[in-house]
């Protein structure tokens, strides 16, 4: 059984839930309320319940004695204290193997940030806060009484609520080679002799930002791999895909046809003076396609076809929270900042708050609030919202832009890989799972090879 209630004024549907749940009359049954706006619920812990879920995250199955937020961040290398990882799932399955009439599964539909505390501030509460504009609230029980089936059936519930999975081809199942550093197309065909001279079994490599031109979306360049249609070719007859990575981030620079049809087609976010909206990625300053307009969506997924049309026949859309590495407001405070310390001798404080103000640059959130994006309405108008209220399904409506796109061309069997903003709902989009930039030493490998999810 699914119960749907609804908190606030959601500015969205997230279109995570593809089925059509009424709204639930009467009060919540589990857990209390404590605040709508800003949201605040409560779920009391007994001492044996374990909870489950989060998707791909930090610490063990069982999150329970830890805090943790859903905010789409590119934390390379992502360590066990950190807080918020790539992706935003936020459901959650609380099972108390003794009592399974206390199994409850919970997910919280919002776009927004969104914390949850479980047993960290008090090991017996669950607490989970928001300041989104509002939030639907799925309440998923069962009428299940063992302990190990309860848990499974509110699963088998929570997948038919949110529809069915993309099926990729049957080579995407198989081993992706994918590393930064495969400069050229002789980099790849010396990993590829590699793999075949150690019996190791490969079926595609990924191609980083180097096959590009400058590093700008939908170019190769030309000197690196001289002819990619016929390299493409080359590594098919060997049964290999290319994988090459598209970025969120478009270069700003005036004569670069990608972002010359953006700024015609009207499909970059902009600030809130009208002017497009720019921040350093890989190619330096970059502008990002607002893909909450559906007409933008469209604009960006017909880009792929310069790639389809040499053969590629996978993505991986990457940088997509979106990363922003600096914007020039930014910047200048860093500036002022580090000037601040101009001929002073520093103590131990001094230095370790000089040395942070550079990486204080990246990501701000005061940068995401900065931009915005046209949200069409129910009643066919559109209005402007800052990036930061609908952050996590940036990445989402990324992957949806290149489904689209190739879906338009007839390429329904050509897979996206997506690092970013993973989480219900887009599993349906063509996506496939990244876990993001991995560990380089041996004993993390071995540490984040083991896959914490729950089965389902």
């Not at 539909?109 to 609230?137: C, H, K, M, N």
């Not at 989009?429 to 990244?434: I, S």
Request: proline share 5%; aromatic share 12%.
């Amino acid at each position: 059984m699914i119960e749907k209630y609804k908190f606030g004024q959601p500015l969205l549907a997230t279109g995570a839930v593809v089925a059509d749940i009424p709204l639930a009359a009467g009060s919540l049954s589990t857990g209390r309320i404590k605040s709508s706006w800003p949201f605040f619920y409560e779920h009391p812990l007994e001492k044996d319940d374990m909870v489950f879920g989060l998707g791909e995250n930090v610490r063990g199955i069982n999150k329970r004695g830890f805090t943790y937020t859903s905010w789409c961040s590119d934390i390379p290398g992502g360590s066990e204290n950190e807080s918020s990882l790539y992706g935003a799932h936020n459901f959650i399955i609380i099972v108390n193997p003794a009592s399974p009439q206390r199994t409850v599964g919970l997910f919280f539909d919002t776009p927004a940030r969104i914390t949850f505390d479980i047993g960290w501030t008090d090991q017996y509460l669950l607490s989970v806060t928001s300041e989104s504009d509002g939030l639907f609230l799925y309440v998923i029980k069962s009428d299940c009484s063992g302990s190990k089936a309860a848990p499974a059936d509110i699963l088998r519930q929570f997948r038919a609520a949110i529809g069915k999975s993309y099926i990729p081809p049957f080579w995407a199942f198989g081993y992706q080679q994918s590393r930064w550093g495969y400069k050229t197309a002789e980099d790849v065909r010396a990993v590829v002799a590699e793999h075949k001279k150690r019996g190791l079994p490969v079926d595609s490599v990924c191609l980083d930002i180097d096959y590009m031109e400058q590093y700008k979306d939908f170019t190769v360049d030309s000197a690196k791999f001289p002819d990619f249609a016929a390299f493409n070719r080359e590594l098919a007859e060997e049964g290999i895909h290319l994988v090459p990575i598209i970025d969120a981030g478009i270069k700003a620079q005036p004569g670069f046809g990608a972002y010359d049809e953006g700024v015609r087609q009207n499909a970059f976010c902009k600030k809130e003076d009208g002017s497009v909206f720019t921040a350093g990625v890989w190619p330096g300053k970059s502008a990002f396609t607002d893909f909450f307009d559906a007409d933008a969506r469209k604009w960006f997924g017909s880009k792929y076809k310069a790639l389809t049309d040499s053969g590629v026949e996978g993505f991986w859309n990457d940088m997509n929270e979106p990363s922003l590495f600096y914007t020039d407001e930014g910047l200048q405070q860093a500036f002022r900042r580090v000037a601040a310390f101009q001929g002073k001798e520093l103590d131990v404080d001094s230095f370790f708050q000089f040395t942070s103000q550079t990486g204080a640059v990246s990501c701000r959130l005061e940068d995401y609030k900065s931009f915005y994006h046209r949200i069409q309405q129910e009643d066919g108008s559109s209005r402007l919202v800052s990036h930061d209220r609908v952050h996590n399904m940036y990445g989402a409506l990324m992957t949806k832009a290149s489904r689209e796109g190739l879906d338009a061309r007839h390429h329904a069997d050509v897979p996206v890989r997506c690092r970013e903003r993973a989480g219900p709902g887009l599993h349906a989009a063509g996506r496939l799972p990244v876990q993001g930039d991995g560990p380089r030493t041996r004993g993390d490998s071995q540490k984040h090879s083991r896959l914490r999810r729950l089965p389902c």
